[in-house]
């Protein structure tokens, strides 16, 4: 079993299940959303040999989903996503390709407005403090007419880790996002489980410190605590995605 992601946003699942998960974080790109179908799916074949054998991978990245939906054994939470959805007035806000791509538009036929928003997605990835995400919503929003939107859709596991947040500031409007829809849809089968570590393409210190980061500000790391992960020794193998 994977669960695969293109950001720390990963962590909002290791919150909920401290499981022995194989965790894919591809971080090279940080974040999909910011290029072309083509270049995303190309990425992804790239890397889709280290989690090739997993019997089902969890896909967190919302942008990586027009590649998988048609896996047999990736999950995203199509379920709970169509449960949740019906019937709304949905404001999702999103990165540039799901906008393009339209994505949510897979799981409900109710009435959805995208916002596109690239530097509150970066923000929230990097844990950035509550008041400065504030700043950015205000400036985004300020001229945005909430009258009539029931639910809000955080399109990216980035904005997961500030959906604390997300309540405060839009009150009275639900708040969903696509690791919910995840949460809500896993499976707990001790049976498939693996081992215990995170494969990170790029830079691991920048995932773990922001991580690191997150699960102390929820308490679920102590102060003298580390992310607890397997030392994985990767091969280096010249390609153009070095």
């Not at 639910?151 to 904005?159: K, M, P, V």
């Not at 790029?202 to 607890?228: A, H, T």
Request: contains cysteine; charged residues 35%.
């Amino acid at each position: 079993m994977a669960v695969f992601d293109t950001g720390p946003g990963i962590v909002g699942l290791y919150q909920e299940h401290r499981d022995f998960l194989n965790y894919y974080i591809d971080d090279k790109f940080e974040y999909y959303g910011l290029y072309k179908r083509d270049a995303v799916n190309e990425r992804i074949e790239y890397i889709k040999k280290f989690f090739k054998k997993d019997k089902k991978v969890y896909v967190m990245d919302f942008d990586a989903i027009n590649y998988f939906k048609d896996f047999k054994n990736a999950e995203f939470g199509e379920k709970a996503l169509k449960n949740k959805l019906a019937h709304r007035k949905i404001l999702c806000l999103s990165s540039k390709l799901t906008l393009e791509e339209k994505t949510l538009d897979n799981f409900t036929k109710s009435y959805v407005k995208y916002f596109n928003a690239p530097l509150l997605i970066n923000a929230c990835n990097d844990t950035i403090a509550d008041e400065i995400i504030k700043k950015i919503c205000d400036e985004y929003f300020q001229d945005f007419d909430f009258n009539g939107y029931d639910l809000i859709f955080l399109a990216s596991s980035g904005l997961h880790l500030k959906k604390d947040f997300f309540k405060k500031y839009f009150k009275g409007i639900e708040i969903f996002s696509n690791t919910d829809a995840l949460l809500e849809d896993y499976k707990y089968k001790k049976e498939n489980y693996i081992r215990d570590y995170f494969y990170v393409t790029n830079s691991k210190r920048g995932f773990y410190s922001r991580s690191e980061k997150y699960l102390r500000e929820k308490g679920v790391l102590k102060d003298k605590e580390i992310l607890n992960v397997s030392k994985l020794k990767k091969k280096k193998v010249p390609n153009k995605w070095d």
